[in-house]
């Protein structure tokens, strides 16, 4: 099954700062999703990323807040941006290699903004 | 709308069998998965279920699929210490060029003694 780096695994950051999160995939992947899980909540998806095309948001994510680059099939970043204590949560990135597979996960970022 | 739901909390005895439910609400799901979430880890895939099956058993794991009734439940046999996690439900949606996967609460579970 794929393995996906994700980094950094935490981080504490200051309110109005922006913290750019990696995926690397192993192996190439045509789709990577973005994932926001709240305190006590499920996955929420925030965006699915594909390569050559602008990513696709969700209802209540925008792409000024949460820009995301998909420069090849191996990697792509989220950024959050001018963050909120209302931010603090794990993401986690997730690629997809069709339903056979299911969907392999990174080991999540756990931000807090104070 | 898409939807799922499953119970937040489960305790078992050690030995026990566990059974996690789950119910989703759109009838175009192709895939539904179990996926298990250990404190301070990512998620792993236990086990999945394409949607013309109704049963899927894979060692101590047992997953039943309903599909009239859009229910989705895995059974744990022989429950371990080691079993004690969050259990995600999920299924996945392909409608065109949309594809994604959509995520329960997550139920956990904890083991007794």
């Known amino acids: 099954s794929a393995v996906i780096s994700q980094k950094p695994s935490r981080d504490i950051c200051q309110r109005g700062t922006s913290l750019t999160i990696q995926c690397q995939v192993d192996s190439q992947v045509t789709m990577m999703f973005w994932y926001r899980q709240q305190p006590g909540q499920s996955l929420t998806l925030i965006a699915t990323a594909n390569q050559g095309s602008e990513a696709t948001y969700e209802s209540g994510f925008v792409i000024d807040k949460f820009p995301i680059s998909r420069p090849n099939l191996t990697f792509s970043t989220l950024t959050v941006s001018n963050m909120s204590p209302e931010d603090s949560s794990i993401y986690l990135c997730?690629?997809?290699?069709?339903?056979?597979?299911?969907?392999?996960f990174g080991s999540g970022t756990r931000l807090t903004v104070v | 709308g898409e939807d799922v739901e499953q119970s937040l909390f489960l305790s078992v005895r050690e030995g026990d069998s566990s059974v996690i439910n789950c119910t989703y609400t759109?009838?175009?799901?192709?895939?539904l998965y179990w996926y298990k979430q250990e404190p301070g880890a990512g998620l792993q895939l236990l086990t999945y279920?394409?949607?013309?099956?109704d049963m899927k058993q894979d060692q101590r794991l047992t997953v039943l699929l309903n599909k009239k009734d859009k229910h989705l439940s895995l059974r744990i046999a022989d429950t371990q210490t080691g079993d004690s996690a969050i259990y995600f439900c999920?299924?996945?949606?392909?409608?065109?060029?949309?594809?994604?996967?959509?995520f329960g609460k997550g139920t956990r579970l904890h083991i007794l003694p």
């Open positions: 759109d009838s175009s799901s192709t895939y």
């Open positions: 997730s690629d997809s290699r069709g339903d056979n597979y299911g969907y392999t």
């Open positions: 999920a299924e996945s949606i392909n409608k065109g060029r949309d594809d994604k996967i959509i």
């Open positions: 279920i394409f949607s013309n099956m």
